[in-house]
C-alpha cells in the first residue's frame, strides 16, 4: 500500500482553469477553420482543433477519476492509495482514453482526406480499436484476464501509441510541404503537443505514485500548450517567419526537459516498462525534430542559390504566370516586400501596381512590360503606352468577370 499526495484545492483552482483554457483553444481552432475559404486549409484546421478538445475531455475524466480513490485529508492535501478505489475508477478511466483516441481519430482523418493515398487506413484502425474499447465490459474476464486489463493492455496503449506517433509524423509532413516562411508554425505546434502529452501524464496514476512532481506542474504545462499552440494565429507572421531559429530554439528547450524528467523518473523508480516507453519516444521526437531542420536547412540553400542566378533564373517564372492570384497573395507579398513574380526581397526601387498595390521589383515590372504588359492579380497595363498581350481565354475570363461585377 502506498499513499501518495493525489489532489489538493489548488491542484483542483489551476486544473479547471487549464481545462477550461484548453476547451476554448480547440473552440478557437474550430473558429478559425470556418472562416478559411480554401478546403484545406480549412479541413487541417479543423483536426489541428481535435487535439486540444481531445486532451481536455481527456483530462475532464481524468479529473473526476481522483474522486474515487480511497484516502483522507492530511494539512489540506487529499492523501491516498490508488490500490484502494470505488467503482467508477475504471469507467472514466477508460472514458479519458476513448476521449483521446477520438480526438486523434478526427485528427488523422483530417490528414487522410488531403493526402488520400492512404485510402483511410488509420482511421478505420482507430475507429475500429475506439469501438471495441466502447463495447467492451467493464466487469468480467476473458480467459481468466479481466476486461480492464485487456482494454489497458490491447486498445489503450495503441491509442496512446498512435496518438504519439501519428501526430509528430503528420506535423513533420505539413512542414515539408509548406512554403518556408511557414514551417515556423509547426514547430509552435509540435511543442504543445509534448506539452499536452506530458501534462497527460502527470495527471495520471504512474506519475503521481512517484511523489516527485508538484501537483500544479501539470495544469501549468496544459495551460502552457494551448498559449503555445494558438500563438501563431494570433501574432504577425513576420514574427515568426525564421522558420530554422524557432525549430532550432525548441529543440534546445526540450532536451534538458525532457532528460530533467527521464532522470527524476529513472531515481524515483519508474517501472521499466514507462521507461522504455519515454526513451523510445525521445528518440522519435528527435528524429523528428532532426528531419525537419534537414529540411528547412535545403529549402534555405536552394532559396539562396536562386537569388544567386540572377536576372535571368527569376524572369524565368513570368513564363509559369498563374492562373490566378487571390487577394490573399497580394497582401502578402506585400507584408513581406517581396516580389510577386520572383518572391526576391524588394529594395528600394519597386514598381506599385496602382490599381491592386500588387509589388514588383523593377527587373521584373519591366521584363512583364514587355512580354504581357499586364499585372498578374488585376490585369491592369504595367506600361500604359504598350499594348497589353494576352492569350483569349484570359480575355474572356476578364470579360466574364466584368459581367457577372455588372450584374451585381
Known amino acids: 500500500m502506498v499513499i501518495v499526495p493525489i489532489w489538493d484545492p489548488s491542484e483542483r483552482f489551476f486544473w479547471g482553469i487549464a481545462l477550461a483554457i484548453a476547451l476554448m483553444c480547440g473552440i478557437y481552432f474550430i473558429y478559425k477553420a470556418r472562416k478559411r475559404e480554401v478546403f484545406n486549409?480549412?479541413?487541417?484546421?479543423?483536426?489541428?482543433?481535435?487535439?486540444?478538445?481531445?486532451?481536455?475531455?481527456?483530462?475532464?475524466f481524468t479529473y473526476f477519476q481522483v474522486f474515487q480513490v480511497q484516502g483522507t485529508f492530511i494539512n489540506n492535501i487529499f492523501y491516498g492509495d490508488y490500490d484502494i478505489i470505488k467503482s467508477p475508477y475504471e469507467i472514466l478511466g477508460r472514458l479519458s482514453y476513448i476521449s483521446l483516441g477520438i480526438?486523434?481519430?478526427?485528427?488523422?482523418?483530417?490528414?487522410?482526406?488531403?493526402?488520400?493515398?492512404?485510402?483511410?487506413?488509420?482511421?478505420?484502425?482507430?475507429?475500429?480499436?475506439?469501438?471495441?474499447?466502447?463495447?467492451?465490459?467493464?466487469?468480467?474476464?476473458?480467459?481468466?484476464?479481466?476486461?480492464?486489463?485487456?482494454?489497458?493492455?490491447v486498445f489503450n496503449y495503441p491509442i496512446i501509441l498512435g496518438l504519439l506517433i501519428l501526430v509528430p509524423l503528420v506535423l513533420y509532413l505539413y512542414t515539408k510541404w509548406s512554403h518556408l516562411e511557414f514551417k515556423a508554425v509547426s514547430s509552435f505546434l509540435l511543442f504543445g503537443f509534448l506539452l499536452f502529452v506530458i501534462s497527460l501524464n502527470l495527471a495520471k496514476k504512474v506519475h503521481k505514485n512517484l511523489n516527485v512532481y508538484p501537483l500544479v506542474f501539470g495544469p501549468l504545462l496544459l495551460i502552457l500548450g494551448c498559449c503555445i499552440t494558438i500563438l501563431p494565429t494570433i501574432i504577425n507572421p513576420k514574427i515568426i517567419s525564421r522558420a530554422l531559429t524557432y525549430w532550432v530554439l525548441f529543440a534546445i528547450l526540450t532536451i534538458?526537459?525532457?532528460?530533467?524528467m527521464l532522470y527524476i523518473d529513472i531515481i524515483n523508480d519508474l517501472a521499466l516498462q514507462f521507461?522504455?516507453?519515454f526513451i523510445v519516444a525521445f528518440v522519435y521526437i528527435y528524429i523528428i525534430f532532426f528531419l525537419i531542420i534537414k529540411n528547412i536547412k535545403s529549402e534555405i540553400i536552394s532559396e539562396s542559390r536562386k537569388a544567386e542566378k540572377g536576372l535571368e533564373s527569376q524572369v524565368l517564372g513570368i513564363f509559369t504566370r498563374p492562373q490566378k492570384v487571390t487577394e490573399e497573395?497580394?497582401?502578402?507579398?506585400?507584408?513581406?516586400?517581396?516580389?510577386?513574380?520572383c518572391k526576391g526581397k524588394l529594395l528600394r526601387s519597386i514598381y506599385l501596381c496602382p490599381e491592386c498595390d500588387a509589388l514588383y521589383c523593377i527587373k521584373c515590372s519591366s521584363a512583364l512590360s514587355t512580354m504581357e504588359n499586364v499585372c498578374w492579380s488585376c490585369y491592369t497595363p504595367i506600361d500604359p503606352a504598350k499594348p497589353v498581350k494576352l492569350i483569349k481565354e484570359e480575355e474572356k475570363d476578364i470579360e466574364i468577370s466584368k459581367d457577372i461585377s455588372k450584374k451585381l
Not at 111 to 121: G, H, N, Q, S, V
Open 103 to 153: 480526438g486523434c481519430l478526427f485528427f488523422v482523418l483530417a490528414f487522410e482526406i488531403i493526402i488520400k493515398r492512404t485510402r483511410y487506413f488509420l482511421t478505420i484502425i482507430y475507429a475500429i480499436l475506439i469501438a471495441i474499447e466502447i463495447i467492451l465490459p467493464i466487469e468480467g474476464s476473458l480467459l481468466n484476464i479481466p476486461f480492464s486489463t485487456i482494454a489497458r493492455y
Open 329 to 341: 497573395e497580394v497582401i502578402f507579398h506585400r507584408e513581406r516586400k517581396i516580389c510577386l513574380v
Open 275 to 277: 521507461i522504455i516507453e
Open 41 to 60: 486549409e480549412k479541413i487541417i484546421m479543423f483536426g489541428l482543433s481535435s487535439l486540444p478538445l481531445g486532451f481536455a475531455l481527456s483530462l475532464i
Open 256 to 260: 534538458p526537459f525532457l532528460i530533467v
